[in-house]
Nanobody, 119 residues
């Protein structure tokens, strides 16, 4: 059974940086395209970024380009979301997701990590 465990969230101030980590336990990490999403209570879940199996290709939500970067270390079964120049509107629960070989969508999810940016 594949499990995703996020960490790195917290309370920061506007302009600060955070790096979220997502460790994948079980399965073959290098075969999973990975992604991050975020959700604010009462709103729909929002796509943040995705990364290919090899890490060579990344794609970001337009509003986040230039502030967020995404990387992965397949040897450590870990994907990282580096968030810079954080803004209050970045406040959300951030979820890591994996796309299994049998799915056309992200079908394995972590429990989420809270990011709060104060003004």
């Amino acid at each position: 059974q594949v499990q995703l465990v996020e960490s790195g969230g917290g309370l920061v101030q506007t302009g600060d940086s955070l790096r979220l980590s997502c460790v994948v336990n079980g399965g073959t990490f290098s075969t999973f395209p990975m992604a991050w999403f975020r959700q604010v209570p009462g709103k729909e879940r929002e796509f943040v970024a995705r990364i290919s199996r090899s890490g060579d290709n990344t794609y970001f939500a337009d509003s986040l380009k230039g502030r967020f970067t995404l990387s992965r270390e397949n040897a450590k079964n870990t994907v990282y979301l580096q968030m810079n120049n954080l803004k209050p509107e970045d406040t959300a629960v951030y979820y890591c997701a994996a796309q299994s070989a049998t799915s056309f969508k992200y079908d394995i999810w972590g429990q989420g990590t809270q990011v709060t940016v104060s003004s």
